[in-house]
C-alpha cells in the first residue's frame, strides 16, 4: 500500500519513466525485486522515433500459445515481471503468451487488480521527475505512432501501473529503465482486443530476500 | 531412517545369496558420501552429447542441464563446483556404470519409470525436467492445439514408443492421420523439411533441438500439447539411502532456491537474510545440513555453483538459450507449472 501510494506521488500521471534520482525513494523491499539478476537497460524515451504496427514473430518473444496452468478464469490475464511474458489464461492447462518489456516501476509492484479503462492512441504527460532528467521531453505529446506510449493502452485499476505499447520495440525481453509494462504496438494491439475493461490482472514478480 | 535399515537388511541377504550381487552393494556399504568425500570429487555420469543437456566443448569443458545439476551436488558437498569428473555415458551403459560404483551419480536425462527402479535397483532422487511427447508444426499451418490435428500428415521414428503414443492420442480423439515413418531421427527431419508431413512428433526437447537443425527455425512452431509423461532426474543407487538423500536434497534445494528469490548472484546476502525460510536456506539456523553429512550451507552452495532451477533452466534450455524451451510444466507449481519441492526444515 504504502508503495502505491508513493510511486503514484512520484509519477503523476504517467507511468513511463521514472528519474534516477526517484529511485532512492523506494523502500529497500520493493527495489530488491527488481534486483538480482535483472540487467536493466538504461534506454531513454524517444519521442518522435515512429515504429509501425511490429509484433515480435520470431524468437521467444514471440506471441505464441503455450502449456500454463493455473485455477484462473480463463481470459485472465497474468505478469510474469522476471520471465518478461504476459499470458492470458485460456482454460484446458493453456495461455497465450506475449513478450513484454519491464520497466523498474513494473518491478515495483505486485497484485490483483482489473483493467478499468482502455485507450487507443494515448497522450502522455511525463512527470516533472522525468522532464527533470530528460529535459528535451515535451510536456504533453498527443497519442500517435511517435509516442513512447505506443498503439494501445490497458489502465490497471485505480494505479498509475499500465499495459502499453512502444514505439521501441527493440526493448521487448528487456528490463528496461522507464515503463511498467510494454508490447510491441502490433502485439499490444492484439492484446487490446482480446482483454476487455474487468479483466483481472495478475502482476507476479520472482521472490525478494 | 527405518526404511535404510530394510534397505540394509535386503542387500545383506542377498550377499548371502550371491556372491556378484555382494560386490554390487561394496560401494554402498562403504557410503558414496564419505567415498565421494575422499575422492576428492564427484564422479557424475551424464549424455555423451544432447543439445542444452550435456555438451562438451573444444576446451574439454562440460555445460548444460545435467551438468549444471552435477556442478550443485559438488558445490552442496565441497563448495567447489569444479570438482566433478564427468563421465560420458551411452543409454545402454549408463544403468551398469551407476550399479556397479563407476559413477556415483546418474544425471543423463534418464527417464523414472517402475521398472528401473525396482527392476534395476536404482532410485530416482526426483524430476528435474518434466519431458512428454509433442508436436512440431509448420507456422503457414495456423494451428495451436494438437486436437487440430484431424488429418494431418505425421512423420515419427519408427518402432519407437512415440509411435505407439501417437496413435493413441489420435485414435483417443476420434482424430485421423497419415503416418510417415522413418527408421533414423535424420530421415524423420528430413522428411519433414521437405514437406512430406506437416507435423514431426517427438518428445518436446527434442524438438526444440531439431527444430535447431531446419534452416528456418522460425518456420516451425512447438504446440503447447504433451501427450506422455518422461519425467526425467538425477539417478542413484537404491543400497544408499543417505546418499540418495543427498541428491534428491540438493534438487529440492534448487528449486527451493528459486522459489525464495536466491540466486547465484545474490548468495551472500541470502546469508545475511533476515527471512527464516531464507536463513534456513543459508544454513544460518536450523542445522539442516549436518543431518544429511554436508555443510549447513549445502543449499546455498549449491546455487553459489550452478544458480537456482530458473538460472539452470534459463541459461541452458529456456528464452535465452539457443533451445527456447517455455517453462511449461517446469515452471514452480506456483506459477503455471507442476514444480513442487518440501520445504527445507
Redesign the interface.
Given at each position: 500500500m504504502r508503495m502505491r501510494d508513493l510511486t503514484r506521488a512520484v509519477l503523476a500521471a504517467s507511468c513511463l519513466s521514472l528519474s534516477l534520482a526517484a529511485v532512492t525513494w523506494v523502500p529497500a523491499s520493493a527495489q530488491?525485486?527488481a534486483?538480482?539478476?535483472e540487467e536493466t537497460m538504461d534506454v531513454g524515451d524517444e519521442p518522435g522515433r515512429v515504429s509501425g504496427d511490429d509484433v515480435h514473430?520470431?524468437?521467444?518473444?514471440a506471441k505464441?500459445?503455450?502449456?500454463?496452468?493455473?485455477s484462473e478464469a480463463p481470459g485472465t490475464v497474468?505478469i510474469?515481471t522476471?520471465?518478461r511474458f504476459l499470458?492470458i489464461v485460456q482454460g484446458n492447462g493453456?495461455?497465450l503468451?506475449y513478450g513484454i518489456g519491464v520497466g523498474r516501476e513494473g518491478f515495483q509492484w505486485s497484485g490483483k487488480v482489473q483493467v478499468s479503462r482502455k485507450s487507443e492512441w494515448p497522450d502522455w504527460r511525463p512527470p516533472p521527475e522525468m522532464i527533470a532528467r530528460q529535459p528535451y521531453l515535451p510536456r504533453f505529446m498527443a497519442g500517435g505512432p511517435g509516442n513512447p506510449m505506443g498503439a494501445r493502452a490497458l489502465y490497471l485499476g485505480s494505479t498509475v501501473f499500465r499495459v502499453h505499447g512502444t514505439n521501441q520495440p527493440e526493448t521487448i525481453?528487456q528490463a528496461i529503465s522507464s515503463g511498467c509494462f510494454r508490447l510491441a504496438n502490433g502485439d499490444i494491439i492484439d492484446l487490446y482486443e482480446r482483454v476487455p475493461v474487468g479483466t483481472k490482472v495478475i502482476i507476479?514478480h520472482?521472490?525478494?530476500? | 531412517m527405518l526404511h535404510a535399515v530394510k534397505l540394509h537388511a535386503r542387500s545383506a541377504l542377498a550377499c548371502l545369496g550371491a556372491a556378484a550381487l555382494c560386490a554390487l552393494a561394496l560401494p554402498a556399504a562403504a557410503g558414496t558420501l564419505d567415498t565421494v568425500k575422499q575422492r576428492g570429487t564427484l564422479q557424475c555420469g551424464v549424455s555423451e552429447g544432447l543439445y542444452g543437456f550435456s555438451e562438451q566443448n573444444a576446451q574439454g569443458q562440460w555445460s548444460g542441464f545435467d551438468v549444471d545439476f552435477c556442478r550443485a551436488v559438488a558445490g552442496a558437498i565441497f563448495d567447489d563446483p569444479a570438482k566433478v569428473t564427468f563421465v560420458p555415458l551411452s543409454a545402454s551403459n549408463r544403468f551398469e556404470a551407476l550399479r556397479s560404483g563407476k559413477v556415483d551419480l546418474l544425471s543423463r536425462n534418464t527417464t523414472w519409470t517402475l521398472e528401473r527402479e525396482a527392476g534395476l535397483g536404482l532410485a530416482f532422487a526426483g524430476i528435474n525436467f518434466h519431458d512428454g511427447q509433442g508436436f512440431m508444426v509448420m507456422r503457414s499451418l495456423n494451428k495451436d492445439s494438437a486436437l487440430d490435428l484431424d488429418g494431418a500428415k505425421v512423420c515419427v521414428e519408427a518402432g519407437t514408443t512415440t509411435q505407439a503414443n501417437l496413435a493413441d492420442f489420435f485414435r483417443a480423439n476420434s482424430m485421423k492421420y497419415e503416418e510417415f515413418a522413418f527408421p533414423r531421427s535424420s530421415e524423420t527431419l528430413a522428411a519433414f523439411q521437405n514437406g512430406q508431413c506437416n507435423v514431426l512428433t517427438r518428445d518436446q526437447s527434442a524438438l526444440y533441438a531439431e527444430r535447431l537443425r531446419l534452416p528456418k527455425p522460425g518456420d516451425a512452431i512447438i504446440l503447447p500439447d504433451v501427450i506422455s509423461k518422461e519425467p526425467l532426474g538425477p539417478v542413484t543407487r537404491a543400497d544408499d539411502f543417505p546418499w540418495f538423500n543427498v541428491v534428491r536434497w540438493v534438487n529440492f534445494a534448487l528449486i527451493n532456491g528459486e522459489e525464495l528469490g536466491v540466486t547465484q548472484a545474490n548468495t551472500a546476502e541470502a546469508a545475511a537474510s533476515g527471512k527464516p525460510d531464507v536463513r534456513r536456506f543459508s544454513g544460518a539456523e536450523g542445522g539442516l545440513g549436518k543431518m544429511l553429512g554436508l555443510d549447513d550451507a549445502f543449499a546455498l552452495r549449491a546455487v553459489k555453483a550452478s544458480g537456482n532451477y530458473a538460472e539452470i533452466y534459463e541459461r541452458n534450455l529456456g528464452v535465452r538459450s539457443r533451445l527456447g524451451i517455455p517453462r511449461g510444466l517446469n515452471q514452480l507449481w506456483s506459477m503455471g507449472g507442476v514444480l513442487y519441492a518440501p520445504p527445507l526444515r
Open positions: 530488491g525485486s534486483k538480482g539478476s514473430a520470431e524468437g521467444p518473444y505464441q500459445m503455450v502449456l500454463f496452468r493455473s497474468v510474469h522476471s520471465e499470458y493453456k495461455a503468451r525481453g507476479r520472482s521472490a525478494s530476500l | -
